[in-house]
């Protein structure tokens, strides 16, 4: 496939107009050599060109939707000859001139030198599935969110393989085609690749290892298992998957009923239906009951797995039961006897802590779980890693009008949630964090929910923050961190809404398809990210199809003494407004870390409102940048249908769908890196607009 990344332009000229196919044959470009960076190359010629040069044809390694190898051929426009750095700013270069797109080590190009040291761009993924998930049936349904600087075609990359694995047979399955998943929770969409996999060919009650390989457009495969963090992890890993086709690992059925049962009478039956009649009193002594049951039906020993314990409808204070309730494979099943019931069927702290009081694998699925007490702690497992697994599914999270405590939920390890959302009684914030404990958060599908000490978060709305947390001994670093499809907004906060600084590594970042929304007293950058005194490097950034509105983004700054590597891919995003600060602003002559940022170096189709704090047009000076990005549009702010931002009613909760009267760049044909977004509109290139929300087709 031929397509033309940038746009050329000259001596500093902005780049405009669509992305274009590249003709089968160009003249030369007049290029000698790519340097090191991968962003720059040498043109002897530049200086005296009057017109603007001819794009590199350069041929990638990469594979197609079936995962076989495939090189993929791409136009990248030279976009300026670049300048010298401050004090001699204002003076260019005599031939080294800026690319719209990177060139990587592995890349070809016919007659020229290619020094690139650049490695090619990993995928970033997170599962959409929780470890340790209990297949009951032949066919089970995996899912990935994936993302990747050169998308197209609207996929972010080219096909995933999953694999599942007993340890001697194996299960594969490619999928090039994508889908989508709305949540109830949140009424929002993920885009992602799933396969229904096929578990016949493997053994029955075999603990299932779950892996992926991911074929992107361009650049190496990338392995979960190989690739990813060693399991277990809050970031990408591998996961267990029991692996019960046939129904034989047995499960085992006990009820809960806080006022009318008996701990002495109650009992355990494979079937619902038998066990129903004789409820226990409390969770403890259900658990121990399924436990002996285990041990004498299914000959599992100590093992609580595969339970399911049920409360009637009605209040239950939380007793103790991590011993009764400890599991081997799978984890132990709390639910309502009645789904339909959630909203009265309730799990209450019972106004006292119950330290280290639940299993090392918990799932909790259709209760209220509600707080009772002040500053007390209501689920602690003890965790002192990411070992434990604690999960939420369907729940509602009730803070029932009283204070917050950030240790209300504490040391639960890993802590999925899956469409849940907060009750009437206000958010108790459970994803937040107290201190150093083992606390690491994935949300998906929620309301709510996500918090302070958040790994991963897709198709999630009204969250307040996202603040990238440095690691403990407790917790790892994040890595390769992936937020997708949420919309974050907050009226009360002196920070930054999304709060990046860190080290950004091979591994990369994630932002796709987000809206942030700033409003009521709000008043600092919707978006920090690696800036503001920031002197951590950053390479394999995501930033594709967000709108960030009602306050500004600032993007990858170096205006401090530290000079180091800051690079991006941005596409499709609409900004308020958007800073990037460098060697001009901090008077330093080395500071040349961030120009992949300021020239624009893999950045397509966005459009800025309001230009830079300092400046509504690009020059050195500029925080805007040097250039604009092919097709980026800047000083027209876009109309929205219920702008609720600072430069709307500054009320929060607005529609962030562009008025047909926008004046918003499209997505061009072929470049697309989704085919849906977050609220399920199809997006179309070539007609679809671009940032989170697209209009219809």
């Known amino acids: 496939m031929q397509m033309?990344?940038?746009?050329?332009?000259?001596?500093?000229?902005?780049?405009?107009?669509?992305?274009?196919?590249?003709?089968?044959?160009?003249?030369?470009s007049g290029v000698t050599h790519i340097l090191s960076d991968g962003w720059r190359a040498i043109h002897p010629q530049i200086a005296g060109l009057s017109t603007a040069p001819s794009p590199i044809s350069v041929t990638r390694q990469g594979f197609d939707g079936a995962g076989n190898p495939a090189p993929q051929t791409d136009s990248i426009a030279i976009t300026t000859q670049t300048r010298e750095p401050y004090p001699s700013h204002e003076t260019l270069t005599d031939t080294d001139v800026a690319l719209s797109d990177f060139i990587y080590a592995?890349?070809?190009?016919?007659?020229?030198?290619?020094?690139?040291?650049?490695?090619?761009?990993?995928?970033?993924?997170?599962?959409?599935?929780?470890d340790r998930e209990h297949a009951g049936g032949p066919i089970h349904t995996l899912r990935l969110a994936?993302?990747?600087?050169?998308?197209?075609?609207?996929?972010?990359?080219?096909?995933?393989?999953?694999?599942?694995?007993?340890?001697?047979?194996?299960?594969?399955?490619?999928?090039?085609?994508?889908?989508?998943?709305?949540?109830?929770?949140?009424?929002?969409?993920?885009?992602?690749?799933?396969?229904?996999?096929?578990?016949?060919?493997?053994?029955?009650g075999a603990l299932l290892t779950i892996d992926a390989v991911i074929y992107p457009w361009v650049g190496d495969a990338f392995t979960i298992s190989t690739d990813g963090d060693p399991?277990?992890?809050?970031?990408?890993?591998?996961?267990?998957?029991?692996?019960?086709?046939?129904?034989?690992?047995?499960?085992?059925?006990?009820?809960?009923?806080?006022?009318?049962?008996?701990?002495?009478?109650?009992?355990?039956?494979?079937?619902?239906?038998?066990?129903?009649?004789?409820?226990?009193?409390?969770?403890?002594?259900?658990?121990?009951?399924?436990?002996?049951?285990?041990?004498?039906?299914?000959?599992r020993a100590n093992d609580a797995g595969g339970g399911v314990i049920r409360l009637i409808e009605g209040v239950h204070d939380f007793t103790p039961f991590k011993s009764q309730g400890s599991s081997v494979d799978v984890p132990v099943i709390i639910e309502a006897a009645d789904?339909?019931?959630?909203?009265?069927?309730?799990?209450?702290?019972?106004?006292?802590?119950?330290?280290?009081?639940?299993?090392?694998?918990?799932?909790?699925?259709?209760?209220?779980?509600?707080?009772?007490?002040?500053?007390?702690?209501?689920?602690?497992?003890?965790?002192?890693?990411?070992?434990?697994?604690?999960?939420?599914?369907?729940?509602?999270?009730?803070?029932?009008?009283?204070?917050?405590?950030?240790?209300?939920?504490?040391r639960v390890g890993r802590f999925f949630q899956r469409n849940c959302a907060i009750g009437a009684g206000g958010d108790p914030r459970q994803g937040n964090f107290f201190s150093t404990e083992a606390t690491?958060?994935?949300?998906?599908?929620?309301?709510?929910?996500?918090?302070?000490?958040?790994?991963?978060?897709?198709?999630?709305?009204?969250?307040?923050?996202?603040?990238?947390?440095?690691?403990?001994?407790?917790?790892?670093?994040?890595?390769?961190?992936?937020?997708?499809?949420?919309?974050?907004?907050?009226?009360?906060?002196?920070?930054?809404?999304?709060?990046?600084?860190?080290?950004?590594?091979?591994?990369?970042?994630?932002?796709?398809?987000?809206?942030?929304?700033?409003?009521?007293?709000?008043?600092?950058?919707?978006?920090?990210?690696?800036?503001?005194?920031?002197?951590?490097?950053?390479?394999?950034?995501?930033?594709?199809?967000?709108?960030?509105?009602?306050?500004?983004?600032?993007?990858?700054?170096?205006?401090?003494?530290?000079?180091?590597?800051?690079?991006?891919?941005v596409s499709f995003n609409l900004f308020e407004r958007l800073n990037i600060k460098s060697d001009v602003f901090s008077s330093q002559a080395n500071n040349t870390g961030n120009w992949p940022v300021r020239y624009k170096v893999g950045w397509t189709h966005n459009a800025i409102a309001n230009g830079s704090n300092n400046a509504a047009g690009y020059s050195a000076v500029s925080w805007l940048g040097e250039i604009a990005a092919a097709g980026e549009t800047t000083s027209t702010a876009t109309a929205f249908v219920d702008d609720r931002s600072h430069l709307g009613s500054n009320l929060g909760g607005g529609d962030y769908t562009p008025t047909l009267a926008s004046a918003v760049p499209v997505i061009p044909v072929g470049l697309a890196a989704y085919h849906v977004d977050l609220v399920g509109n199809t997006i179309t290139a070539g007609q679809s607009c671009i940032g989170a929300i697209t209009t219809p087709a």
């Not at 007993?166 to 085609?177: F, I, L, R």
């Not at 600092?524 to 960030?548: K, M, P, T």
């Open 146 to 204: 994936v993302a990747h600087g050169f998308a197209r075609l609207g996929r972010p990359v080219a096909a995933v393989k999953f694999i599942a694995s007993d340890g001697v047979n194996t299960v594969t399955q490619t999928v090039s085609a994508m889908t989508s998943t709305q949540f109830d929770a949140s009424s929002l969409h993920i885009p992602h690749f799933a396969a229904d996999m096929d578990l016949v060919p493997l053994t029955q």
């Open 440 to 569: 690491m958060v994935t949300a998906v599908g929620c309301d709510h929910c996500a918090g302070s000490i958040t790994y991963q978060a897709a198709g999630c709305s009204n969250l307040s923050e996202f603040t990238w947390r440095a690691p403990t001994s407790a917790r790892p670093a994040m890595d390769g961190l992936f937020l997708g499809w949420n919309v974050f907004t907050n009226g009360a906060t002196s920070n930054p809404i999304v709060n990046i600084s860190a080290p950004i590594g091979p591994r990369g970042l994630a932002f796709v398809g987000n809206i942030v929304e700033s409003w009521g007293s709000s008043s600092n950058a919707a978006i920090r990210l690696n800036a503001d005194g920031d002197a951590s490097s950053a390479e394999n950034v995501v930033f594709q199809h967000n709108s960030i509105v009602g306050e500004r983004i600032n993007l990858m700054y170096l205006d401090g003494t530290v000079n180091v590597a800051k690079s991006a891919h």
């Open 231 to 299: 399991y277990p992890s809050p970031n990408l890993t591998t996961l267990r998957l029991l692996n019960d086709r046939t129904g034989a690992y047995g499960t085992a059925f006990a009820y809960v009923d806080a006022t009318a049962g008996s701990d002495s009478t109650g009992a355990v039956a494979s079937d619902a239906v038998t066990a129903a009649p004789s409820p226990f009193a409390t969770i403890a002594a259900a658990s121990a009951a399924i436990r002996t049951f285990n041990a004498n039906t299914y000959a």
């Open 4 to 28: 033309t990344i940038g746009i050329g332009t000259h001596l500093g000229q902005t780049a405009t107009g669509d992305h274009l196919a590249a003709p089968e044959v160009s003249p030369p």
């Open 106 to 130: 592995g890349d070809t190009i016919s007659s020229v030198t290619n020094t690139s040291t650049l490695a090619y761009p990993k995928p970033i993924a997170m599962w959409l599935n929780h």
């Open 339 to 410: 789904p339909a019931k959630r909203d009265t069927t309730i799990l209450t702290d019972g106004g006292s802590s119950k330290f280290n009081a639940i299993p090392t694998q918990l799932k909790i699925r259709d209760l209220t779980l509600r707080k009772a007490g002040g500053s007390v702690v209501f689920l602690d497992s003890g965790a002192a890693s990411a070992s434990h697994l604690f999960v939420t599914e369907n729940c509602i999270w009730d803070a029932n009008n009283t204070g917050y405590y950030g240790a209300w939920v504490y």
